[in-house]
């Protein structure tokens, strides 16, 4: 058996997961009064797949405060682990 760790895109589709999650941890930290640098949307957010999570929320969400931005990468890792148990995410047709 081969298992593959692999969420930054590469075989995996981890975008439909991760942008769910993401915008999950924005509305969560907008209802605490900390807005995105930017869109959420899809398109915006591949451009984080494969980045550490501290650049992550460092560029997404700036003047978050360090707790903000460490509680919105947990909401995230949780968000991604719920979309993997509910089978949202897949590999890319062909692998």
Known sequence: MILI???DG?????LGIYGEAV???EKWANDR?????HS????????YLGVNARDMWGEFMPDAPEEIRRQGSLIVQ???LEG???????LYEGI
Do not use: P, Q, V
């Not at 590469?10 to 981890?14: I, K, L, N």
């Not at 993997?84 to 897949?90: E, K, P, Q, S």
């Open 5 to 7: 760790f692999d969420y």
């Open 10 to 14: 590469t075989c995996y589709e981890t």
């Open 23 to 25: 915008r999950t941890a």
């Open 33 to 37: 009064g900390y807005y995105a640098s």
């Open 40 to 47: 959420s949307e899809d398109r915006f957010l591949r451009k």
């Open 78 to 80: 949780e968000g991604m």
């Open 84 to 90: 993997i148990r509910l089978n949202r995410g897949g």
